[in-house]
């Protein structure tokens, strides 16, 4: 499975994120080693997300979803 890290601001300063791919468009998120969430990003509606066990608000948990966005376009 494809990991990745990725870096999305919040409160103002800049938080680093490990990204693990699990297929079909959905990845696990983690803060240093610890799961806080998994996110399925719909691939036809990119504004569109849903998301599974995450401790994060929709303002970061849309941040990342951009983030993973822009990671696989340049990948």
Do not use: W
């Not at 680093?16 to 468009?25: A, M, Q, V």
């Not at 990119?46 to 994060?56: D, F, P, T």
């Amino acid at each position: 499975m494809e990991q990745f890290r990725i870096e999305v601001a919040h409160h103002g300063m800049g938080q680093f994120y490990n990204i693990k791919s699990l297929g079909n468009s959905r990845y696990q998120i983690y803060l240093d080693e610890e799961i806080i969430g998994t996110i399925q990003l719909d691939e036809r509606d990119h504004a569109r997300c849903e998301s599974q066990g995450c401790e994060l608000d929709m303002p970061l948990l849309n941040s990342i979803r951009d983030a993973i966005h822009a990671y696989k376009k340049e990948n």
